[in-house]
């Protein structure tokens, strides 16, 4: 059974740029999660996807987009970018809709120049 | 906004003692209690859950206790290990959020 995977492992842009992240679900799950974790602080959540549908989101602004794939593999878009944005960037899937029984990857920690 | 309040924020323990970490919440709606374990530039991975039925919950040195009626659950790890060093986070759980604490970092002299 494959983990929950994610790429790339380091980015560095600068302020204004467009970022994409990408995720890989576990084998058998169909609901992927983003986060975002700044450094010391716990995750943040993002948004969620279930079955390519856009299924809850949290306290982010809309240049934070995301999009599922029929193979449930995730990407995360960041327009526009802030110094802010530097953060570790975690996906997290699982079997069904909603947080229970999550599995996070090894994150993409983004630094915002 | 609903709170999640972890402690302490950081511990210190030696090798072989008790480490524990409580966790106080406000949402009643909350009926899934996790602990994240997450050690430097990894992922949080998935240490232990309980839900609102039971009020305790032993997985090898791993206990959670839950205390519905002061809206608290705490993580006890026994014959704690230099190994046991990273972070600790609890996040809680209903259909629609799942609220992460600020985090305990955990530290274990040999």
């Known amino acids: 059974e494959t983990g929950v995977t994610q790429s790339p492992t380091h980015l560095i842009k600068t302020r204004g740029q467009q970022v994409t992240l990408r995720c890989s679900s576990q084998s058998g799950h169909n609901t992927v999660s983003w986060y975002q974790q700044a450094l010391g602080q716990g995750p943040q959540f993002i948004f969620q996807y279930y079955r390519e549908e856009e299924n809850g989101r949290g306290n982010f602004p809309p240049r934070f987009s995301g999009l599922q794939f029929p193979n449930y593999s995730s990407e995360l878009n960041v327009n526009a970018l802030e110094l802010d944005d530097s953060a570790l960037y975690l996906c997290?899937?699982?079997?069904?809709?909603?947080?229970?029984?999550?599995?996070f990857g090894p994150g993409t920690r983004l630094t915002v120049t | 906004q609903q709170q999640v309040k972890q402690s302490p924020q950081s511990l210190i323990v030696q090798k072989g003692g008790i480490s524990i970490i409580n966790c106080a919440y406000e949402n009643t709606a909350f009926d899934y209690f996790p602990w994240y374990q997450q050690f430097p530039g990894k992922g949080p991975a998935l240490l232990i859950a309980i839900r609102p039925d039971v009020s305790e919950k032993k997985e090898g040195r791993f206990t959670i206790s839950f205390n519905k009626s002061a809206k608290q659950f705490s993580l006890h790890i026994m014959d704690s290990q230099p190994g046991d060093s990273a972070t600790y986070f609890c996040a809680p759980v209903d259909n629609n959020d799942m609220r992460f604490g600020a985090g305990t970092r955990l530290t274990v002299k040999p």
């Open positions: 997290a899937s699982s079997t069904d809709r909603g947080f229970y029984e999550q599995y």
